[in-house]
């Protein structure tokens, strides 16, 4: 995701963290309805007399019905539509973007706002029943009712704009590849996410004191703002060993200090789960475009097409990502060091596996021969010898995986006119 600024970043992260859960979102929704509903009475004195008339329970009780036997059932509805077009994509294309698709968080607001008017049309039932709510009260509540009306009117636009789109595997595709461009953004943008870059010749000598793995699990996330300030307290540099998306075992390095420090402040910056996450890891987002594309590939699905789209998808996505410039206050925090994902891992992830599984397709082979010859353009000089060596694995996947004559002409000619490989 896009990183926010320094002075806000663990908290920031933590918030966005809980945001893209979807029992928190309805959570919350449910806690502003029982507020809503429980607060009425706090404005009796406010009402005028001729709308304490007008907007009576009898007015009122009809709407409340309706909304409260029809919500639930919406919200059961949608949430069965979700569930399964989820798996469906999940089935097309691959589960790291299930795991995405759960995060929507556009579909949880809409569940969330189904749910959460169900709640406070039943709560406002029960306590007209106890006789809760004066006059006054009842004018309020006609209001809360009319905006939740019209937030569910809204909600349903949304929600039937989402049926047409939710189960296709475009849908899945653009939500993937807008995810791995913010990641992409971000971290090009702070390679080093604030810290400094790690030396070339690797972690000093003088980095003596080790901070081990807590526990076994994949590197979600680092704060680097907080390992920051736990090494000025002790005037320390602090060396990351890991970069997020590694799988870390109990026991093994996770980081290193020139000075000694409080061995579970530093791990608690390290946040360790059982699945990767898109927030830092650039490799974990491009892999899951990636692996739509071989998913599609298999014989079991065998549409050679989506896989050439997401080859697109991903060329595009590279180039626009090795163009961003990195930010000028990027070596924001000068005692921590964290290394970065070189743009030939990137290119490597995208592509390797693609060529691999759609050997037998010309288009497809082309088309990566296109992107790593486009790529060489904005990527390091780095990844030069990467480009080289996947140029290299492409044909030879195309030897083995051409099998007729015509198609191997095809492919000649095709590779003649994007370029020859450098050698």
Known sequence: MNFPRPDVFGWFASLRRLSRILWVRVALIIALSLIAALSAPLLDTWIPQNLKERFTEDALMPILTILASSMLTVATFSLGVMVSSHRSLADQTTPRIHRLLMEDTSTQSMLASFIGAFAFALLSIILFGAHYYSEGATVIVFAATVAIVALIIVSLIRWIRQLSRIGSVDYALERAERTARETLDGIQRRPHLGGMPMPDDGIPVSASYTIKVPQ?????????????????????EIYAVHLPGDLLLEGQPLARSTKEVDADDVASCFWIG????????????????RETATKALSPGINDPGTAVEVVSRLERLLWDAFKIETDDNEHRFDNVYVATTPDSVLIDTAFRDISRDGAKFVDLLLGIHRALDALRQTCNADAHDMIDQLHAAVDENAETGLVTLSEQTRYAAGRSSIGQRTR
């Open 216 to 236: 076994s699990g994949f590197l979600r996330w680092i704060d680097v703002q907080e390992l920051s300030e736990i090494a000025d307290k002790v005037q320390a």
């Open 274 to 289: 059982k699945n990767r996450s898109y927030d830092q890891d650039a490799r974990y987002a491009i892999a899951a475009l």
